[in-house]
């Protein structure tokens, strides 16, 4: 390996672009993960509340709770 090259300032300004782009990648992954866990894995989230009420009302276990109309089209 050259060792001069990495000695010069091209070979520090390659390394810093590598390392901030490694630090930013990093800093994204965590806060989509802190978002994911925040909105989608908690019970209490606002997208979770909203899925289980429309799950409760579409659920079959009400028996006759909504009746089928048989849908007539015009000829």
């Not at 630090?23 to 899925?51: A, C, E, M, W, Y």
């Amino acid at each position: 390996m050259n060792l001069k090259f990495l000695k010069t300032q091209r070979g520090q300004t390659v390394t810093e672009y590598i390392m901030m782009i490694s630090v930013s990648v990093l800093i994204g992954i965590t806060v989509f993960n802190k978002l994911s866990d925040h909105f989608l894995k908690n019970p209490n989230s606002f997208v979770n509340r909203q899925l289980n009420q429309f799950q409760k009302n579409l659920s079959t276990s009400g028996g006759d709770r909504y009746q089928r109309f048989p849908l007539k089209l015009p000829r």
